[in-house]
C-alpha cells in the first residue's frame, strides 16, 4: 500500500514542495525514513510512532517506509511530522485516500500527539497556492498565518485526534479563538517626548526621509537611543508589497506571532554589540535570517558601535551596498534581503564627553584609539552624522511640546512619495539607492550649488563616495523642502551632516 502528502521545505528564503510517500509492506518489522533527511527530520520516525502509539494506533509488524522527494533538496526541521503521521495512517487504511488531496500538510508532533506550531507558514501557504492546492493543513497556532494568503481553505488542528476527524467525517476542527492582539502596553514611544536635539531630529527626519544612514556621537543620557529608536514611527508606510516581503522574512525565522497578522509596521532591531557575526549576517547549515535580515525595510540599530568587533562591523559593508547579503554553503547559495536604514550611536570617547574638555578625562591616545575601532570605509558609508549634545536645563523644562512623530511621518512620507514618482522607470525607491550613473540625471544643482560643492570636495578632501553621499541626502532635503533643484541650502545642510564626523574624527 502506497500513498503520498504533499509537504514543504524552507531554502533560504524559498520555499520548496516536497512529497511525503509512505509505504508500507510485508518483510521486516522496521520504520526507514530515506530522501536526503537531516538527523532532525529522522527523530521524525520516533515522534509519529510514540504520538500514534498513545492514541492507541500501535505500527503493524511490517516495514514502514518513508521517503520524501525530491532527493536533491536537504530536508530540515521538525515540519514533516505531520504529513508523515498523516501519510502512515493512510497507508494503514485509518484514512481514506483521498482526503488530503490538493492539501498541503505541515507541522511538528508532541509525542502525547498534539501538534505543535513551526515557522514558515505564510510562505508555505503562498507556495501551496501557486501549486493549484485548495487546502492548507497546519497547526491551530499557525492558522491565522496560513490565511494572511487568501483563496486557500486553511485547517488549523490542535492534535492526531482532530487529523482523523478531519480525514474521515469532514469533521472542521473548532480553533481556538484569537485574541485580537493589541498592543496593550500604554502608549507607542513618540518623537514629542524628546526634548531640544533640533540636529539631532533634522538628521532623523532626513534619514526617515531618503533612507539615509545615520550615525549619532554623544555624552551618554543625551538621547540617543531614545531618538533611534522613534525613526520607525516617522518613515513613510510599508507599501503592501513591503508588508508582505517582511511578514514572509518573520514567517521563516519563526517569530511571527500567534494570531499576528501581516507586518505593518516597518521592523526596528536592535542587536547587542556583542552579537556573533553570524547572527547579525544569518547562517546556520541551512541558513536562516539574521539582524540585518530582520531588519529589512526598517531600522537597524547598533547602539554602542565601537564596542562592536571589527569582523561584525565589516560584516555590513557589502549589504550596505549591495542591499542583500549572500551566505555561501556547500548546499548552494542562500540571498537574504538586507535593505535597512542603519543608524547607529557611540559616544565620541570612553568617558563620554569628548570634545567638552571641561568634562572629558581621557588621554588623546585613548580617544583616538577608541575612535579608531570605526573604520574609515565603514563612516564613508554614514550619510548623516550628528552630534547629540548633552541637555540643557532649559532644553528638559522647556514648556514647548516637541514636534510629534505624526507630524514628522507627515513630511517624510510627502518626500517619499515625490522619490516614487521620479523613479516610477527606475527599480529603486528612494535617493539613497540611486547609482552614481543616474545622479546625473535625477540630481540637478544649481549654479552656486554646484560651487559650494566644488569648493567643499577640495576643502575637506573628500572621498568620491562621500560626495555622491552629499548629492543623495542634498536630494532628499531639496525633496522634504518640495524643491525641484537642488540649491545651496539643500547642498550645505548635506555637507554639514556629512562632515561632523571630520571635527571628531581628527584627533
Ligand atoms: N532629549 C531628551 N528629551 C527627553 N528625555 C531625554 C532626552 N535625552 C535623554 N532623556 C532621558 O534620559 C534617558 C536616557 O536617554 P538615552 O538612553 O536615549 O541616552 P543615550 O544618549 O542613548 O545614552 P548612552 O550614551 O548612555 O547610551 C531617556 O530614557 C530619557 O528619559
Ligand atoms: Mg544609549
Ligand atoms: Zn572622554
Known amino acids: 500500500m502506497y500513498c503520498s502528502v504533499l509537504s514543504a521545505t524552507v531554502s533560504g528564503m524559498e520555499m520548496i514542495p516536497v512529497q511525503v510517500e509512505a509505504d508500507v509492506s510485508d518483510g521486516m518489522p ?109 497547526p491551530a497556532g499557525n492558522a491565522a498565518e496560513g490565511g494572511l494568503v487568501g483563496g486557500l ?27 485580537n492582539q493589541k498592543k496593550e502596553d500604554g502608549k507607542e514611544p513618540d518623537f514629542s517626548e524628546v526634548q531640544g536635539q533640533t540636529a539631532a531630529r533634522r538628521a532623523a527626519l532626513i534619514a526617515a526621509a531618503g533612507f539615509h544612514n545615520l550615525l549619532m556621537l554623544g555624552p551618554p543620557g543625551s538621547g540617543k537611543s531614545m531618538i533611534a529608536r522613534r525613526i520607525p514611527t516617522i518613515m513613510p508606510p510599508m507599501s503592501e508589497e513591503e508588508q508582505m516581503e517582511v511578514t514572509r522574512i518573520y514567517s521563516i525565522a519563526g517569530m511571527l506571532a500567534k494570531g499576528e497578522g501581516v507586518r505593518r509596521e516597518r521592523p526596528f532591531r536592535a542587536p547587542h554589540h556583542t552579537m556573533t557575526p553570524q547572527a547579525l549576517a544569518g547562517g546556520g547549515k541551512q541558513p536562516s535570517p539574521g539582524e540585518i535580515t530582520l531588519a529589512h525595510r526598517g531600522v537597524l540599530f547598533l547602539d554602542e558601535l565601537p564596542e562592536m568587533t571589527r569582523t561584525t562591523i565589516e560584516i555590513l559593508r557589502q549589504p550596505l551596498e549591495e542591499h542583500r547579503i549572500v551566505i555561501s554553503r556547500v548546499s548552494g547559495n542562500y540571498v537574504f534581503p538586507a535593505s535597512f536604514l542603519m543608524v547607529a550611536a557611540m559616544n565620541p570617547c570612553p568617558c563620554g564627553f569628548y570634545p567638552d574638555l571641561s568634562r572629558c578625562t581621557c588621554a588623546p591616545g585613548d580617544i583616538s584609539r577608541y575612535l579608531s575601532r570605526v573604520s574609515q570605509p565603514f563612516l564613508d558609508r554614514m550619510d548623516l552624522c550628528v552630534q547629540v549634545e548633552a541637555l540643557s536645563y532649559e532644553d528638559l523644562h522647556g514648556e514647548e511640546r516637541c514636534e510629534s512623530s505624526a507630524k514628522m511621518r507627515e513630511k517624510a512620507t510627502a518626500a517619499a512619495e515625490i522619490q516614487a514618482a521620479r523613479y516610477r522607470q527606475e527599480s529603486i525607491h528612494f535617493n539613497s539607492e540611486l547609482k552614481a550613473g543616474q545622479i546625473e540625471k535625477y540630481c540637478i544643482l544649481e549654479k552656486a550649488a554646484e560651487e559650494l560643492l566644488e569648493d567643499a570636495f577640495r576643502r575637506l578632501r573628500l572621498s568620491a563616495r562621500s560626495y555622491h553621499g552629499i548629492i543623495r541626502t542634498a536630494r ?32
Not at 159 to 179: D, F, V
Open 153 to 179: 481553505h486553511v485547517v488549523g488542528i490542535q492534535n492526531l485526534q482532530e487529523l482523523l476527524n478531519y480525514c474521515c467525517e469532514g469533521k472542521m476542527p473548532s480553533l481556538p479563538s484569537i485574541e
Open 30 to 138: 522496521q520504520f526507514t525514513m530515506v530522501g536526503y533527511v537531516s538527523a532532525q527530520v529522522k527523530e521524525a520516525q520516533d515522534r509519529v510512532r510514540t504520538a500514534l502509539k498513545n492514541m492507541g494506533i500501535s505500527l503493524p509488524p511490517k516495514r514502514i517506509t518513508i521517503n520524501l522527494s525530491p532527493a536533491d533538496v536537504r530536508k530540515e526541521g521538525s515540519r514533516f511530522d505531520l504529513p508523515i503521521a498523516a501519510g502512515v495512517l493512510m497507508t494503514l487504511g485509518r484514512i481514506p485516500p483521498g482526503s488530503l488531496r490538493k492539501t498541503m500538510v505541515l507541522g511538528e508532533l508532541g509525542l502525547d500527539g498534539h501538534v505543535q506550531e513551526i515557522s514558515g507558514v505564510f510562505p508555505a501557504a503562498a507556495k501551496a497556492r501557486e501549486l493549484g492546492c485548495t487546502t492548507l493543513l497546519v
Open 476 to 507: 532628499t532635503i531639496a525633496d522634504l523642502d518640495g524643491a525641484v533643484k537642488i540649491g545651496v541650502p539643500h547642498i550645505s545642510e548635506a555637507i554639514c551632516f556629512r562632515s561632523a564626523d571630520k571635527s571628531i574624527w581628527r584627533i
